[in-house]
């Protein structure tokens, strides 16, 4: 089976336009959302409390609200969470004290509301929650450096930064989804997040790997009709493998417990805008660094000279020429 | 047979053989560790107050001065204790080499000399060893707790500057929960304190500053609410000095008591205390609350005294324990809590293992319709790096959270990708009219460079995952690195030892169809 005609090449930059309009519209309008709308923190970032409680049947949620405000505890949320049994109960202040369990605590106001499990307890201190805040940035920009290092050694600078130029677009799309859907921002959402600069990261690289070999093997002159070449060579493999990873989120997202459901939608955002990018952003990127095929065969013509040279001198000094 | 089959063969053996266990939760071997939101119970991050630390250490000092200046009859007053420092009047300028000589003989001192007032504080690196020691020592004292506790496989580590992270697994009710929480939290701080028989009668009445004015502080009774005493702020002795504590019974009302046990120099302190003090009363301070204060009617040697007070025989044990496992120099406070009931925790394994079967089958099915039997060799190599990635884990004890089993499953996913690199490259080179054997070759070696790439720049976003990652996410970040190692091994080098074994067949057959899913140009 296959899906694409063998060997065609597909005129990827000449509908380039309309691709990148598309996506300045997306990038634009996420930015905006995230400026307006900006991120929900979950109680991970933000520190807070949240309790999830099953009922043996459909959940009282007015009960359960009047019995925590009578309690004192103040703006509390109650939403119901995959299933009309299952509840969760937010509020940001979160108990220091090792004395007092906040579960227990729950339970005793909830007791004579119906059957019930408190399931889960999370409280994470507002110190944490800043440690949290910090490391996961400083994830972030740390795993982006050394993507940043390692292409710039491997390629060339301008590849490292269109690679990181489009990893950009890919995370500042998946925020602002984030942001759309008011997903709460946790751990796993940051995990996802790294993810999908991991993914995109792979499409775009195998790209450029392609447009290196095309750079160095063919004939063509032209940027543009080298980024169509390695665009539509790599195209099935992208395709693919776009299709078995998304075979696996989706069925995280519908199978894998509401527990993963944020996770798993934020990926399947991700691997979308992932695959799109690495096929128009990246490339494009490239040309608005004005990478310039000539001086990179110079540059490469330089490099083979050089060990070439080296080469020989080498052979020349173990026959001990020199 | 050739070497790189070789390779995938002991990949497989050594990825069965050691993934079993794990699979089948053996008794015996190494397995994968399930993470709390697997199993269920008690995570906590606990923030440890070191401050608090070094104004203990400050009392301690005090204390011990104290103790000896008596000891040599050296005249101090105005003797007042602050949270970083504590200072005095020597009477009689004379003596100010012997209080030098004392001072002396503690280590890490700043001494302030003003006129005939001195102020003692600890200097900067004996401030930072103290905080040092002092989350080492919470870190051993709560595992101690924790341990004679009774709970299985309890996690204590310490993490960062100030934190210690605890895991317990298995703590289903709320009531273990509490007790555990209570157990860790109790800083168990026993100190031995003079009570101020001159000024007792007027405790109930006495504000703190007027206490304070005396060298003293008001202290509640553990038993009576709002009964104060007003007590020496110097203790007589702390409760690092206790070697042993144990619950008894008092023979006169059948309620816990708790014995403890002094070391020597504590029993020498507290004998000399007794001895010199007959006729007044000494306060049993148990985390600044009073237990009892009873009268000393004579000296007290052999260094041992009990607490007694209402404890509940449970709250007694727990006592004990605390006491028996050392103070916490520093009082700890819960910076991060999670907890998972054991219902939630089956679930999430249940509908994730589901998850993994289902994204692996359409997987699998999905690679053999498009590419035939080379869709089969991915699908082995696939299939052998799940393997790999469980043996792996299971033999590192690394721990398994619900993100990692969300890598796993997205790993199966994104697993076949060099495969998929290689089998295009394949065809590719068999569209350029190459012969089967030479296509194979070139397929992997033009595939190469792109897939240590991208596979190496993924492997940068994990290890950035798990250094800077907590918990969950780090776990993902492990389940990650591992499967992208595992898809370099069995996918680059193993499949390419099955294609190696199997080119003089693909040769014979003729059909492309069969072998890569793809109809040449002129075969059948």
Redesign the interface.
């Known amino acids: 089976?296959?899906i694409f005609d063998?060997?065609k090449i597909y005129d990827f930059m000449g509908v380039r336009h309309l691709f990148l309009a598309i996506s300045a519209i997306l990038f634009v309008g996420s930015i905006v959302l995230l400026s307006t709308w900006g991120l929900k923190f979950g109680i991970d970032f933000s520190g807070g409390t949240l309790i999830?409680v099953?009922y043996d049947k459909a959940a009282p949620l007015d009960d359960i609200r009047k019995r925590l405000d009578k309690a004192g505890i103040e703006g509390a949320s109650v939403t119901e969470f995959g299933s009309n049994e299952e509840v969760t109960i937010r509020y940001s202040s979160?108990?220091?004290?090792?004395?007092s369990?906040?579960?227990?605590g729950i339970?005793e106001i909830l007791d004579g509301s119906g059957n019930f499990?408190?399931?889960?307890?999370?409280?994470?201190?507002p110190?944490?929650g800043e440690?949290?805040k910090k490391?996961?940035l400083?994830?972030?920009i740390?795993?982006l450096a050394?993507?940043l290092i390692?292409?710039a050694v491997?390629f060339e600078w301008r590849f490292a930064l269109a690679a990181i130029a489009s990893e950009i677009h890919d995370v500042i799309i998946t925020m602002g989804f984030i942001s759309l859907m008011q997903i709460d921002v946790n751990?796993?959402t940051?995990?996802a997040i790294?993810?999908v600069?991991?993914?995109s990261?792979?499409d775009t690289?195998?790209v450029f790997?392609?447009v290196r070999?095309g750079v160095q093997e063919s004939k063509e002159n032209k940027l543009t009709a080298v980024i169509n070449e390695a665009v539509s060579?790599?195209l099935?493999?992208t395709i693919?493998?776009s299709?078995?990873?998304?075979?696996?989120?989706f069925?995280?997202f519908f199978?894998?417990?509401d527990?993963?459901h944020d996770?798993?939608s934020i990926?399947v955002v991700g691997v979308v805008v992932g695959t799109f990018s690495s096929v128009f952003i990246a490339a494009q990127a490239l040309i608005w660094l004005r990478f310039s095929i000539e001086h990179y065969r110079a540059d490469l013509a330089e490099k083979k000279r050089l060990k070439k040279e080296k080469e020989k001198m080498r052979a020349m000094y173990e026959k001990g020429i020199v | 047979m050739n070497f790189k089959l070789i390779v995938l063969i002991v990949t497989f053996i050594f990825s069965v053989v050691f993934s079993i266990p794990s699979f089948l939760q053996l008794e015996k071997g190494a397995k994968i560790n399930l993470g709390l939101?697997l199993q269920g119970g008690l995570h906590m991050?606990?923030?440890v107050k070191l401050e608090e630390a070094i104004s203990s250490k400050i009392k301690s000092v005090a204390a011990s001065l104290s103790y000896s200046a008596k000891k040599d009859d050296l005249l101090y007053s105005n003797f007042a204790i602050h949270d970083k420092d504590f200072e005095f009047e020597i009477l009689d300028p004379d003596e100010a080499p012997k209080f030098d000589a004392i001072l002396a003989k503690i280590p890490g001192l700043n001494i302030t000399k003003n006129g005939n007032t001195w102020i003692v504080s600890l200097t900067e690196s004996e401030a930072a060893a103290t905080k040092e020691y002092a989350i080492d020592q919470a870190v051993e004292t709560i595992r101690n707790r924790i341990d004679q506790f009774g709970l299985s496989e309890p996690t204590v580590a310490r993490q960062?500057k100030e934190?210690i992270l605890v895991e317990i697994p298995g703590v289903k009710s709320?009531?273990d929960?509490?007790r555990a929480?209570?157990l860790?939290?109790s800083s168990a701080h026993l100190q031995l304190m003079a009570v101020d028989s001159k000024r007792q009668d007027r405790a109930q009445s006495m504000s703190d500053a007027e206490a304070a004015k005396y060298g003293d502080i008001l202290l509640e009774d553990a038993k009576v609410e709002g009964y104060k005493y007003a007590i020496n702020q110097i203790p007589v002795l702390d409760g690092n000095m206790i070697v042993d504590a144990r619950v008894a019974f008092d023979p006169n009302n059948n309620q816990p008591i708790i014995n403890f046990t002094l070391n020597s120099e504590g029993a020498a302190i507290f004998g000399d205390f007794t001895g010199a003090n007959v006729g007044e009363r000494l306060a049993i301070v148990l985390d600044n609350k009073v237990y009892s204060a009873p009268n000393i009617n004579e000296r007290i040697g052999g260094g041992s005294g009990q607490i007694s007070g209402g404890f509940t025989p449970q709250e007694a044990h727990d006592v004990a324990i605390a006491l028996r496992s050392g103070a916490l120099l520093a009082p700890?406070?819960?910076?991060?809590?999670?907890?998972?009931?054991p219902?939630?925790g089956a679930?999430?394994i249940a509908?994730?293992t589901?998850?993994l079967f289902?994204?692996g089958a359409?997987?699998i099915i999905?690679?053999m319709?498009?590419?035939g039997l080379a869709g089969i060799i991915a699908n082995i190599a696939l299939i052998i790096n799940i393997l790999f990635l469980v043996a792996i884990m299971a033999l590192f004890g690394a721990t398994l959270t619900?993100?990692g089993?969300?890598?796993i499953?997205?790993t199966?996913?994104?697993a076949?990708?060099a495969n998929?690199?290689i089998n295009?490259r394949i065809?590719?080179a068999l569209?350029q009219g190459n012969s089967v054997r030479v296509s194979i070759k070139k397929g992997y070696e033009?595939a190469m460079?792109?897939i240590i790439?991208?596979?190496?720049?993924?492997l940068?976003?994990?290890?950035?995952?798990y250094?800077?990652?907590?918990?969950?996410?780090k776990g993902?970040?492990v389940t990650?690195g591992i499967g992208i190692i595992a898809s370099m091994i069995t996918a680059i080098v193993g499949t390419h030892g099955i294609f190696d074994f199997l080119t003089p067949n693909i040769e014979k057959s003729k059909n492309a169809k069969l072998w890569f899913?793809?109809k040449l140009e002129g075969s059948k």
């Open positions: 089976m296959q063998k060997g999830q099953k979160s108990n220091e004290s090792l004395g369990d906040v579960g227990a339970a499990e408190v399931r889960k307890v999370d409280v994470v201190g110190k944490v440690e949290l490391s996961g400083m994830a972030i740390v795993s050394g993507i390692y292409i491997r751990l796993d940051l995990a790294l993810t600069i991991g993914y990261l792979n690289i195998i790997d392609r070999e060579r790599t099935s493999r693919l493998t299709l078995t990873t998304l075979i696996a989120v069925v995280l199978y894998g417990g527990m993963i996770f798993s990926m | 939101d991050v606990l923030n960062g934190d709320a009531e929960k509490q929480k209570d860790i939290g700890v406070v819960l910076g991060e809590e999670r907890s998972i009931g219902s939630l679930e999430s509908q994730s589901f998850a289902l994204a359409l997987v999905f690679m319709v498009y590419y619900l993100p089993m969300a890598g499953v997205l199966v996913g994104m076949v990708d998929v690199i295009e065809r590719e569209r033009n460079s792109a790439d991208s596979n190496l720049t993924s940068i976003t994990s290890v950035a995952l250094a800077y990652g907590t918990g969950p996410v993902f970040a990650m899913g793809y």
